[in-house]
């Protein structure tokens, strides 16, 4: 289950646009028609959380490589979808000094974040998982875009 680095911005960008479909889809309901105007905070936080949010991701993807089952993986993925999600609402709110009344305030806006998030990270490790997941060719080979990952996939092989 080894990835490029390609393979893996390709899944986090692929994670961040997911995140913003199924936000969207999630605000339309409790908040009504004013759903939309959420996006201009959204955007910026998610963005936030992508950068943040990516060099752990990758370092749990690193770490899972040996992990084979794919089942394994979108389940810690999904964990890790909505932990961010959580711990970026309540970044978000600590930073702005909005407590919106306490944890009681905020704690549906951080699970509609992350119940959002959840599956957005987990659809983002299908997309960027994508190649990795393909059945080899019959000589067994696949070509690899990153030279680095093919070295390190050699180290520990």
């Given at each position: 289950m080894?990835?490029s680095?390609?393979?893996?911005?390709?899944g986090?960008?692929?994670?961040?646009?997911?995140?913003?479909?199924?936000?969207?889809?999630?605000?339309?309901?409790?908040?009504?028609?004013?759903?939309?105007?959420?996006?201009?905070?959204?955007?910026?936080?998610?963005?936030?959380?992508?950068?943040?949010?990516?060099?752990?991701?990758?370092?749990?993807?690193?770490?899972?490589?040996?992990?084979?089952?794919?089942?394994?993986?979108?389940?810690?993925?999904?964990?890790?979808?909505?932990?961010?999600?959580?711990?970026?609402?309540?970044?978000?709110?600590?930073?702005?000094?909005?407590?919106?009344?306490?944890?009681?305030?905020?704690?549906?806006?951080?699970?509609?974040?992350?119940?959002?998030?959840?599956?957005?990270v987990?659809?983002?490790?299908?997309?960027?998982?994508?190649?990795?997941?393909?059945?080899?060719?019959v000589?067994g080979?696949?070509?690899?875009?990153?030279?680095?990952?093919?070295?390190?996939?050699?180290?520990?092989?």
């Open positions: 080894g990835f680095r390609a393979e893996f911005i390709r986090a960008i692929a994670a961040w646009v997911w995140f913003l479909v199924i936000h969207q889809l999630a605000l339309l309901v409790p908040m009504g028609g004013i759903g939309f105007v959420t996006l201009s905070l959204t955007l910026p936080w998610s963005f936030g959380a992508l950068l943040v949010g990516s060099p752990p991701a990758f370092l749990l993807g690193r770490a899972l490589r040996a992990e084979s089952r794919r089942w394994v993986h979108q389940v810690v993925f999904a964990i890790f979808g909505l932990a961010v999600g959580v711990l970026t609402t309540a970044l978000a709110l600590w930073l702005t000094g909005d407590g919106l009344g306490g944890p009681e305030g905020w704690l549906p806006i951080a699970a509609i974040v992350a119940a959002s998030a959840c599956p957005a987990v659809l983002g490790w299908r997309f960027g998982a994508c190649e990795t997941n393909q059945p080899q060719s000589s080979a696949r070509r690899r875009t990153d030279p680095d990952a093919d070295y390190e996939d050699s180290l520990t092989a």
